[in-house]
């Protein structure tokens, strides 16, 4: 029987290469094959299991992570192209000692997961608004709008709706 007929799993042939980045404040650098996914690299080259993945395919925004600032599909991305990129990931959002972002506080405090297997996503597609300065005193529509790449199968929205509005308003109360 030769390499690759039925039985034999064939051997994969995909070059490689070495992508080096910043995650969640760590240079971190590996040999990848080219095909591999941001989302794999993550969870499986760096154990970091918090951004999830759902669709694969860019639609659900389980996977979403901060990509030098703004939120992106770490599905839609490869290992290699995020060479050189700033990547954080949700588990860096609640402080060194466990102590929640303001933004996981409302989430709990406003009943806005229950599974949780949408809210790493959530979480960093809002957060990456809350970084850029974007203010997220909206209408419960235009809060609707920007959740609109991120799917839930769970909570209705309703919830979730209600957190970015507590986080609004607390941000709002700290700078007038
Ligand atoms: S897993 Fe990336 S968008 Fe669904
Ligand atoms: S809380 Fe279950 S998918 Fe959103």
């Known amino acids: 029987m030769t ?6 799993a064939p051997e994969s042939a995909d070059p490689r290469q070495t992508t080096r980045m910043t995650v969640n404040g760590e240079t971190v650098e590996r040999e990848v094959s080219v095909r591999m996914l941001l989302s794999d690299f993550l969870r499986h080259e760096l154990g970091l299991t918090g951004t999830h ?3 694969e395919h860019g639609v659900c925004g389980a996977c979403t992570v ?4 703004r939120a992106g599909r770490s599905c839609l991305t490869f290992a290699v192209q995020a060479d050189g990129a700033d990547i954080r990931t949700i588990e860096s959002v609640a402080g060194e000692d466990g102590s929640l972002h303001p933004l996981q506080e409302a989430f709990r405090d406003c009943h ?5 297997y949408c809210t790493p996503g959530m979480i960093m597609n809002i957060l ?3 970084e850029a300065g974007e ?11 920007l959740l609109s790449g991120n799917l839930c199968r769970c909570t209705g929205y309703a919830n979730i709706v209600k957190a970015v509005r507590q986080v609004a308003d607390q941000s709002n109360r700290i700078s007038p």
């Open 3 to 8: 390499r690759g007929s039925l039985g034999t």
């Open 112 to 116: 806005a997961l229950q599974c949780g």
């Open 53 to 55: 993945v759902g669709c």
């Open 66 to 69: 901060m990509i030098d600032g």
């Open 135 to 145: 203010n997220l005193d909206m209408s419960d529509q235009e809060i609707r709008e």
């Open 128 to 130: 990456s608004h809350m």
